[in-house]
């Protein structure tokens, strides 16, 4: 994972998403890992993959507040992009939510 990291922090997202892909395939409960193949997928543009991976992260812990906080950031990134010209014709339901709907629902059980 250290190898993955490193190659994030040198911009080299592609040998990132592979390393992190490495580490998660291993031990799938790993979510630092995710976390971290998620921040790389933001980076290289698919926003897709990068929620999929946070909501995995969420599923096996709820109490994650970083994969929130990216979450945030995808989610952001997509209002900005949805007030750019013709954005709103783009704009389609997004599958995730439905699961961050009921990660919220029971965190306030």
């Known amino acids: 994972m250290q190898k ?39 980076e290289v543009g698919n926003a897709s993959a990068a929620r999929t991976e946070l909501v995995r992260v969420l599923r096996l812990n709820p109490e994650d507040s970083w994969a929130y906080l990216i979450l945030g950031n995808i989610a952001l990134r997509r209002f900005l992009w949805m007030q750019e010209p013709g954005g709103a014709r783009r704009r389609r339901k997004e ?15």
């Open 4 to 42: 993955a990291q490193r190659a994030a922090e040198r911009g080299n997202y592609d040998a990132a998403i592979r390393g992190f892909q490495e580490v998660v395939d291993v031990p799938p409960l790993h979510t630092v890992a995710r976390r971290r193949l998620a921040m790389a997928q933001m």
């Open 95 to 109: 599958p995730e939510q439905e699961v961050l709907n009921e990660i919220t629902r029971r965190k306030r059980v």
